[in-house]
C-alpha cells in the first residue's frame, strides 16, 4: 500500500524562525550502547542552541562518553486533533561542547536572557559567578552540523494499492 500526505519540508529558513519562536526542545544523546533523551530549555541564535546542563547525573555521563547528539523541538496546537492535525518539527544533529571561555559565557547569557524573553542583565549574577569558575560552567551549546524539519497544516492522507 501506498501512501501520500500534505506534509512538506521546511525550508533553512523556516527551521531557523521555527527554533527561535520555540523554548523546549529534546536533548538525545548515546553512550555507545544506550540511548538516552531528555526535554529541556533552550535558547537559539541562528548558528547554536545553547542549554544549561548541570555536572552531575545521567546527562553528563553520556556526553562524557559521546559528544554527538541530536536535539528535536516540536509544536502541536492546544486543539490537536482529528479537526485540528497540523504540526511541524525539527531535528538538529550536532556536537555538544561544554562553554568555557568569557565571551562564550556572555553570548549564551544574552542568547538565554534574549530567547526567553527576560530583560537585559536578568542572568548577570550568574554570569559573574560563572566567570570565576568557567571550567565548573553548566553553559552549554550545540553546534550544529545537520538540521531538517516537516511540517503540516490540515493534514490529509491518501492511500492507495
Known amino acids: 500500500m501506498k501512501t501520500r500526505s500534505n506534509v512538506r519540508k521546511l525550508s533553512q529558513n523556516e527551521i531557523g524562525e521555527f527554533l527561535s519562536s520555540q523554548k523546549i526542545g529534546t536533548l538525545s544523546m548515546n553512550d555507545g ?3 538516552y533523551a531528555v526535554p529541556l530549555a533552550y535558547s537559539y541564535d541562528g548558528e547554536h542552541i545553547y542549554l544549561t546542563i548541570g555536572g552531575e547525573g545521567r546527562k553528563m555521563a553520556y556526553i562524557k562518553k559521546n559528544q ?3 536535539f528535536v523541538v516540536c509544536w502541536i496546537p492546544p486543539d490537536f486533533g482529528m479537526n485540528k492535525m497540523s504540526w511541524k518539527s525539527v531535528v538538529c544533529d550536532g556536537v555538544i561542547e561544554q562553554i568555557t571561555d568569557p565571551d562564550g559565557l556572555k553570548k549564551a547569557v544574552q542568547t538565554g536572557e534574549k530567547h526567553m524573553g527576560m530583560p537585559e ?3 548577570d549574577r ?3 559567578m560563572t566567570l570565576k ?3 565548573a560552567s553548566n553553559f552549554w551549546r550545540i553546534k ?3 538540521s531538517g ?3 503540516v497544516e490540515g493534514f490529509k492522507e491518501e492511500f492507495a494499492e
Open 33 to 35: 550502547e544506550k540511548s
Open 126 to 128: 550568574l554570569l559573574e
Open 133 to 135: 569558575k568557567p571550567e
Open 144 to 146: 550544529i552540523t545537520e
Open 68 to 70: 554527538n547528539v541530536c
Open 121 to 123: 542583565g536578568t542572568w
Open 149 to 151: 524539519g516537516q511540517g
